[in-house]
């Protein structure tokens, strides 16, 4: 079980910050690492990594296809590169380049794509990416992971370094709630129990972890009880923990910055109706494009919020009593 | 149609690279015959190409594939995989007899190059347009690790007009990436014609240059003219871009049509009649009144 922080506020580093410490701390021991940028490199704040290591740091320009080649190759020739561009350039532009020149002939690089769905805020619809989950999930062999806080980042980092093969992390890059305390332990492929409960289950990713530790609150008020994971790991998925909550609570909801076609509320379904069927309410944005406006104005605008999650979950526990 | 091109050699060991490349062609013809069909046009055009790279100026090692300081090949033309597999073949990377089994099921060898089925493919490649960043990353890796050896890689002209090529090109320039040399099949031909009447490429050389690199252009089918701009490529201070203007089919009688040429049926008629013109032509060539 994860250890939760004592009391959830916004945490002092910015989530570009403890990415590129965790960086350079690998850095530091593994000469093989690399870091290649596509223009961005001052936004996704891979800078104090350029100024320690620049004969190992790559800024393309803006050519992130040849950029994914170029890790592709580099990792051929015995590096370990880490790409970073806002994540529908590191993912939808280069989705071929991901496929073929990296994961199908099985080379080892990291991608991280940095703003996913409504963090990306008031740069609005064209870098705003609700399918990058659902486009990398469709990759054979591809690891995908949504961390919730810097400590779950932290891990990641290292994590992605040390072990072989296709890596693709999206985040924020700004400030986020701090979910984990010290002494947080993280696995990948195995979802974080946060809280325990009998009615639904709630397994979330990214800011939406947050939404639903608030949501678990209102609906204690209601007297309904809900188990809530971080299901940091989209793919592979925890598919123990899935059906050991579908067998627990009968009754589960799913939330995630992104469309709810392909992520992880399918990732849920899948498992669940091949396992052991129970109703399952995704939470996510539906049929829609990205927009300008504030984080906060966007995930009320999306429907990204604790109050539609514990909605939902009364729904899915209203399905799971007509069944019986 | 010229078919003719092959020009009468008698310095270094041209007839020896010739025959190589007679030999790759064969081999390769024969190994599309033995599926009954296959990417004949680009494969032909560009085994002159190949014969001078294999047997005169990389640096490899069949025995050792995998020595990271050897020198690399990307195919990005990746549809031509029938003709590197044929070459690799002649060289000892695996059994010649291993291409009889091109494009079956469970096969080492398919149809676009893939470096996790065929011993000496370094590169997998198909989806055209990507194997010169591949190659770029595999140079650069060599420069940042200080690992020796060059990358070659072959690209059609076809091919150039994917967008992704002209970034990769920007980068190497701008990196100054020497250690890669990348050599144009220029056939003039695409899947559905000729590159004139689909995207005119206005001249090739003057672009490269544009972009900051070493551009030359060689006759493609002449190993002499190939051997040579490799070897002053080898030296050269800025990333050299060789232009092999060649013939889509060239070599392979029933493929030196004006016609569809890019992927052909092939029957064992055809490669045997195919594999009498090439020694002919190669005697006719390089015979022993040129030795």
Redesign the interface.
């Known amino acids: 079980m994860g250890v939760l922080a004592d009391k959830f506020v916004t945490d002092a580093v910015e989530m570009r910050q403890a990415y590129c410490a965790a960086l350079m701390k690998e850095a530091a021991e593994n000469a093989k690492i690399t870091v290649v940028d596509a223009d961005v490199s001052h936004s996704v704040g891979t800078g104090p990594f350029y100024e320690k290591f620049p004969d190992r740091s790559i800024n393309c320009g803006i050519m992130e296809a040849h950029a994914v080649g170029l890790c592709a190759g580099m990792s051929a020739m015995g590096l370990v590169p880490f790409f970073h561009a806002f994540g529908v350039f590191a993912t939808r532009r280069v989705f071929d380049q991901i496929f073929i020149s990296c994961a199908y002939q099985n080379l080892n690089v990291k991608i991280i794509g940095a703003d996913p769905g409504v963090t990306a805020a008031t740069n609005g619809g064209t870098h705003m990416p609700f399918e990058d989950l659902g486009l990398m999930r469709l990759i054979p062999n591809a690891t995908i992971v949504e961390p919730a806080d810097s400590s779950m980042y932290n891990f990641a980092v290292k994590f992605m370094a040390d072990n072989y093969g296709l890596f693709y992390l999206r985040t924020s890059r700004r400030k986020t709630v701090k979910i984990y305390g010290d002494g947080a332990r993280f696995e990948i492929g195995r979802a974080n129990k946060l809280a325990d409960g009998d009615d639904v289950c709630i397994f979330a990713c990214g800011i939406m972890v947050y939404e639903a530790l608030k949501a678990r609150e209102l609906l204690a008020k209601k007297g309904v009880f809900a188990s809530v994971y971080d299901m940091h790991t989209i793919k592979p998925v925890d598919s123990a923990a899935v059906i050991y909550e579908a067998k627990k609570c009968g009754a589960i909801v799913t939330a995630e910055n992104h469309n709810v076609i392909g992520g992880l509320g399918s990732a849920v379904c899948e498992v669940v109706s091949e396992n052991y069927p129970v109703p399952v309410e995704r939470v996510g944005v539906e049929e829609s494009f990205g927009e300008v406006g504030s984080q906060e104005y966007l995930q009320s605008r999306f429907g990204l919020t604790a109050e539609k999650i514990a909605e939902r979950a009364l729904k899915s526990i209203e399905r799971k009593l007509k069944r019986k | 149609m010229k078919t003719e091109t092959v020009k009468k050699r008698c310095d270094f060991n041209a007839y020896e690279t010739a025959k190589a490349a007679a030999e790759i062609r064969k081999l390769c013809i024969r190994s599309l015959a033995s599926i009954g069909s296959g990417h004949i046009g680009g494969s032909m055009s560009v085994s002159d190409i190949l014969a001078v790279l294999y047997t005169d100026i990389m640096h490899i090692d069949p025995k050792r594939p995998d020595d ?1 300081s050897r020198d690399w090949l990307v195919m990005s033309k990746g549809h031509c995989g029938s003709a590197l597999y044929a070459t690799l073949a002649y060289k000892g990377y695996f059994k010649k007899e291993e291409l009889l089994t091109l494009n079956k099921g469970g096969t080492k060898l398919p149809s676009h190059c ?3 089925k065929t011993v000496g493919i ?3 490649t ?2 055209l347009g ?1 194997g ?11 420069i ?2 200080g ?1 020796g050896g060059r990358v070659y890689a072959i690209l059609g002209d076809g091919e150039l007009q994917e ?2 090529n002209w ?2 090109f ?2 190497i320039a ?1 990196r100054n990436v020497n250690n890669l040399i990348t050599i144009i099949d220029n056939n003039r031909r695409q899947l559905d014609g000729y590159t004139e009447d689909i995207c005119n490429p206005f001249g090739l050389k003057n672009k490269f240059e544009a972009f900051g690199l070493i551009a030359e252009e060689v006759d493609g089918h002449d190993v002499t003219e190939i051997y040579n701009a490799l070897k002053t490529a080898e030296n050269a201070q800025k990333p050299v871009v060789l232009v092999c203007n060649t013939e889509k089919g060239h070599g392979c009688n029933f493929a030196e049509i004006r016609g569809f040429n890019h992927y052909m049926p092939v029957t064992e008629e055809l490669a045997e009649s195919a594999a009498a013109e090439i020694d002919r032509r190669l005697e006719e060539n390089y015979g022993r009144s040129c030795r």
């Open positions: 990271e893939d470096r996790l370094d590169i997998s198909g989806s990507q010169l960043s591949l190659a770029a990353g595999v140079a650069y890796g060599k940042l690790r690992i967008g992704q970034e990769a920007q980068f701008h």
